[in-house]
């Protein structure tokens, strides 16, 4: 966490001193001597608070603030007068919109330090849970209401926005021939600027989807024109992603898919689990990558379970993470539960010391009936 | 905590990865290689021989890299990798972009 910035804008240098001293303990402090000067300064870096005097040669504190007050950039800075006792007439001036505080000379400096530390809590306290509302609507806007209806089959879906977490998505369409193309992705990076790409990018992919529907039901087309996407957007530049897109054809009991370095689906059948390991580079990384589709034929009892990092991520009691094995265990613990997403968090938790995840998790489960 | 940067030659330099890559630490991994970029250092070789952690947000930064030095010829290559390091990479299938080498040495040998 970075240091918070003061400014400090005072024209005494005794006082200018003593201030940069006593609050410099605890945050990067920087000063003006008039309220020009403090113009400039912030011109160069906005402060997390000011602290300001009023009466001062060239601009005082008063048009300092009222200069602040007009600019939107500057308006919701913290802002603390100090003002001497003979001043009392020009406080009253001060009572004005803005202006988060008083404190008269002389100060006391602990309290001074303590109004200080009040209000930067206060400023981060908001800025944290306006992050977190943000946050959570994006993550909703991530994932859909409902999951597919088809007779013969099972969908399962279940996801958990952490505060910490990053841009997970899930998102599904079904054809006009009867099919459905199923999404699974992750933006990498963590907390609100992973869940805004995220979130620009499903609008691409739902996009995209629905023009290129019209000539191929490939996967893999699909996802070289986000990966083409990916590299040409210069607002997503610097992003990354890893997915999982998959046709899957109830009626012909077949699903197609294309992964583009996404955490690789699990196969469950009477037999076993296996992992379903055709994969290719992942987005966002190289123009020339090229990705090719694989098909697994869905037999009566079987079920494809896809996942989101979090899942292989968790903490094990061994210090170790959960990992594609211990994924393997527990969709095969989950299986022939009759609800296997609750059986499969209970499974992959008991191996952990966590009462809960910690990261975003997302977990898809699609099973044929017997 | 900043990367311990080894000069090699006027284009090519050691970065020991250290104990982490992530989320914690990823900006500050970009500005040291920024720095050198800048410089002209066109090679990266990565000394994962300590790294326990690697997370998504550790190997974005290092695909920022990539894309910033892949058009003037640069490579990244990845030596001593340790397992956890090598679990994400195959995970993402990024073995076809950054070559691997046993060793720091390994690795100089053929960038050279």
Known sequence: MAEHAILIVEDDSTVRELLKYRLGKHYEVYTATNGEEALQEIANRIPDLIISDIMMPKM????LQSALQADKNTRVIPFIFLTARADEPARQEGARTGVDDYITKPFDMEQLLSRVE???????????????????????????DSVPSVDGYQFHFHSEAHEQGGGDLFDWTETDEGSYFLTIGDVMGKGLRAKFYAYSFLSYVRGTL????????????????????????????DTFASFLLMHWDPEAHTLTYA??????????????????????????????ASFSDATLDLSPNTALVAYTDGLMELPTTNGDMLG??????????????????????DAALDRSNEDDFQDDILIVWLQRDA | MSFD?????????????????DFRNADEFKD?????????????????SDTEVLDSTGLGSIFSLYREISPEDGKVAFADVSRPVQVVVQLTRTYKVFRQFPSVQAAKEALA
Request: charged share 25%; glycine share 6%; hydrophobic share 40%.
């Open chain 1, 324 to 345: 594609e094995e211990g994924v393997l265990e527990v969709t095969a613990d989950a299986y022939g539960s009759d609800a296997p997403l609750e059986a499969l968090q």
């Open chain 1, 259 to 288: 992964n583009a370095g996404h955490c690789r689906p699990v196969l469950l059948t009477e037999e076993g689990p296996e992992i379903v390991e055709h994969s290719d580079l992942i987005l966002g990384l190289e123009a020339s």
């Open chain 1, 60 to 63: 005082d504190g008063f048009a």
């Open chain 2, 5 to 21: 940067v080894e000069s090699h030659s006027s284009d090519t330099v050691i970065v020991h990865m250290g104990e982490a890559l």
């Open chain 1, 118 to 144: 009040r209000l930067l809590e206060r400023v981060e306290m908001f800025q944290s849970q306006l992050d977190a509302e943000i946050g959570r609507d994006f993550s909703n806007r991530l994932l859909p």
């Open chain 2, 32 to 48: 040291t290689f920024q720095d050198h970029v800048e410089d002209g250092v066109r090679n990266f070789i990565l000394d994962f």
């Open chain 1, 210 to 237: 629905h023009t290129l529907l019209q000539e191929s039901s490939s996967p893999a087309a699909v996802m070289k024109h986000i990966n083409d996407m990916l590299l040409d957007d210069e607002v997503l530049e």
